[in-house]
């Protein structure tokens, strides 16, 4: 089966470079000369990866989104535009709050080479799971339930450096599901499912548990550092959470300054008052607050103010556009300054490349995380990353 490219454009000449590298790498090309035409042939059982211009007469981009998602459209978009990136910024969030699925967005005049990677990995990829039979189904409640009497939930752990010195000063703890036939599973497999059905509770309670006592085994090994955890909405208005965690930190003789617990600005919408006792009591009890997620929120300088945070983690998404986007930059560097002026910890998650390393060291970022500096991983290969990183600074 070949798979199919529609392309929504109103200059004849971009349609016809991008039908050229669409079928140059083995796509059946579909093409429209604006929003209208598009939306009057629109079929979605026959409709594959859609190539959007935005700025069309009449019938533009925009209005071509909120027509997809009025037809529960669910296949992956990639953007183009004429304008700045902050058109183009503002269109992608839009979508994703119209849950479409936005691959990728390109600014005019077009990176030819850049726009034909995207495309030939969206076909290897469907060739891919095209060729895969008897995709298992999601998880569902029953199986979710199973795996936490089995205790078949572990973590996996993403290090944490000293932008400034390179040393490693925490690590954030994975949920992820070790299933029995359909193998790792990460944590958007069933996080839902728990939060839906009244089992994020012992899901966290777990987590927490296993952080813990892997933060003794290293206590042990004599390496101690912060442990991150995130927790759900649905934590933050169990008002029995902070005894229970000081109580398990408490009989495990750890430090309960070296957890901390991060929220998702997203996740404080609900009960303020609730959310407040129990993180104000977490704060007084010893433990660490993180903002998860810093600025892709709808209230964050309020909950800043409110909470008594200790950390700001500013969101992957402007992090990893550092190199090629100004408005990132800008965003990035007033966090900082941000977190800073509040006496905060500020990290700066998703760190791909030395570049944006460099970036983030120059505007005195604190700590990074991301695949530059590791992949997350199990704790036994964590502790030998560990030592090859010692070893590396003191050479």
Known sequence: MIPRLDVVDDDPGMVALLKEIGESIDFEV?????GTDFKQRFDHDKIGILLLDLIMPECDGIEVLRFLAQQSFNNPIILISGYDTSVLNAAQKLAGEQELEIID???KPLP??????????LRESFVRHTSTK????????????????NKEIILHYQPQIDIQTGSIVGVEGLARWQHPTQGLLYPDSFIGIAEDNGLIGELTRQVIEIGVNQAINWKNQGFTFNLSINVSADNI?????????IKLINANKLNPGLLTLEITESNLMGNLTTSLDILTRLRIKGFSLSIDDFGTGYSSLSQLHKIPFTELKIDRSFVTNLENDPEAVAIVETCIMLGKKLNMSVVAEGVETQNALYILKTMDCDIAQGYLIAKPMPAEDLSQWIQEKITTLSA
Do not use: M, W
């Open 112 to 121: 030819i080479t850049e726009i034909r990677t995207c495309l030939k990995q």
């Open 105 to 107: 967005s390109f600014s």
């Open 30 to 34: 579909h093409t429209y000369l604006d």
């Open 237 to 245: 208005i169990d008002l029995s959470l902070p005894d229970q965690l």
């Open 134 to 149: 008897n995709i298992p189904d999601k998880p569902g409640v029953k199986e979710l339930h199973q795996a936490l009497q």
